[in-house]
Structure formats: structure tokens, C-alpha cells
T-cell receptor, first 114, second 115 residues
Framework: AQTVTQSQPEMSVQEAETVTLSCTYDTSESDYYLFWYKQPPSRQMILVIRQEAYKQQNATENRFSVNFQKAAKSFSLKISDSQLGDAAMYFCAYRPHSNYQLIWGAGTKLIIKP | NAGVTQTPKFRVLKTGQSMTLLCAQDMNHEYMYWYRQDPGMGLRLIHYSVGEGTTAKGEVPDGYNVSRLKKQNFLLGLESAAPSQTSVYFC??????????????FGNGTRLTVT
């Protein structure tokens, strides 16, 4: 069965510092997509970054970048220069190329200390 | 551009009551989904639809029904609410015709409490 594991229920970081959130997944597929979504207290689910498994280059979006290790089935999110507005739940999700159903991790609560 | 709109935002039901959650999207997306979110767990797929007039079961379909009579609307029904259905419900849509990765677009959620 395909699963997504986020081993850190909660992380905290000082404002302006860098933090890395971990995500591992289990699949036998070779072609798939990976996502990080952010859920602030407003409850809205916001796409942070996405990665196609066939691309070796790690995706980046401004202060957000990923470390995608396909062989290790690892997809960590790095947030640089953390800001108070980054405080949220962060969810990792996996989708095989063959269908449109996402498999979600349980989430990591990120706390930003001013 | 509204994106995905869910109504209502909050609802309290008594055990055994019924209700319908409405999801509307204005992006002309083919695929629509209903998820539930419970504390300490990731989102779990209830039902989904790959086009007007079609629906399919997801991971946790029991106790729920859905309909997709129009492309832009996806309704989630609870015929006889139970306390175990207390949760936050999210609707989402995606466009399979888009090239590449096609992420989900979410509504703002409905918090449902069943007493």
C-alpha cells in the first residue's frame, strides 16, 4: 500500500532561521508527483511546492525548496529565512501518475518563534 | 475569480439528522473531491468525481453519498449523521486536461459537529 509518513508532529524555529520538514513515502510506482501543502489557522489549504518524480532537479519556490531523494523515497521541505506568516500545519502528499487520488501525511505543525 | 466555494462554513447537527454540503467551482475542472480532516490525521478521501454524472468511492465512503449533476457542483450528503462524522470537510477540484502536475484547488472547509 502507498503511504506517506511525516515523522515530526511539531517543529519550531526562530524567525529568520532555516527549518527542514521531513516526509517519506512508500510506493512501487516509478512515475508520480509529490506536493507540500500549507494550512494556516484560517484552515485554507495552500499549495507550497510540487515535484515531478522524473525530474532530478529539486523544485524551488522563493524561500521554499525541497530535497527529493527518489531512491530513499524522501521528500523534505526546507524553509529559509522563516517568517511569522509561515506558522501553519504542513502536509506532504503523494499522487501516482496513473490516477488523481492523493495520499496524505498526517502533517507537521510549524511554530515560528519571534 | 472565486475558485472553489463551500457552503456552509459551520454546521451543528444532532445524531440522526441529515444535511447536504455544497461545493461549487468556477474553473471548469473535470475532477472534484470530498475529503475529511480529523486531528492528527492527514486528509482522507470520501468520494470523488471524474466528470459530470459520475462518482466513485474513496477511502472512507461509508455514511456519505454524493452527486455531480452539474460539472461545477459536487454535493456531499449525510443521510443520518453520527458523532463519528464530526470533522472538517474539504472540497477540492483539479484539471486532468492540464499538462504536468495538476495540483488540487481547495475550498475553505466546513466544520461539522454532530452531537
Amino acid at each position: 500500500a502507498q503511504t506517506v509518513t511525516q515523522s515530526q508532529p511539531e517543529m519550531s524555529v526562530q524567525e529568520a532561521e532555516t527549518v527542514t520538514l521531513s516526509c517519506t513515502y512508500d510506493t512501487s510506482e516509478s512515475d508520480y508527483y509529490l506536493f507540500w501543502y500549507k494550512q494556516p489557522p484560517s484552515r485554507q489549504m495552500i499549495l507550497v511546492i510540487r515535484q515531478e518524480a522524473y525530474k532530478q532537479q529539486n523544485a524551488t519556490e522563493n524561500r521554499f525548496s525541497v530535497n527529493f531523494q527518489k531512491a530513499a523515497k524522501s521528500f523534505s521541505l526546507k524553509i529559509s529565512d522563516s517568517q511569522l506568516g509561515d506558522a501553519a500545519m504542513y502536509f506532504c502528499a503523494y499522487r501516482p501518475h496513473s490516477n488523481y487520488q492523493l495520499i496524505w501525511g498526517a502533517g507537521t505543525k510549524l511554530i515560528i518563534k519571534p | 475569480n472565486a475558485g472553489v466555494t463551500q457552503t456552509p462554513k459551520f454546521r451543528v447537527l444532532k445524531t440522526g439528522q441529515s444535511m447536504t454540503l455544497l461545493c461549487a467551482q468556477d474553473m471548469n475542472h473535470e475532477y472534484m473531491y470530498w475529503y475529511r480532516q480529523d486531528p492528527g490525521m492527514g486528509l482522507r478521501l470520501i468520494h470523488y468525481s471524474v466528470g459530470e454524472g459520475t462518482t466513485a468511492k474513496g477511502e472512507v465512503p461509508d455514511g456519505y453519498n454524493v452527486s455531480r449533476l452539474k460539472k461545477q457542483n459536487f454535493l456531499l450528503g449525510l443521510e443520518s449523521a453520527a458523532p463519528s462524522q464530526t470533522s472538517v470537510y474539504f472540497c477540492a477540484s483539479s484539471d486532468p486536461a492540464a499538462t504536468g502536475i495538476s495540483p488540487l484547488h481547495f475550498g475553505n472547509g466546513t466544520r461539522l459537529t454532530v452531537t
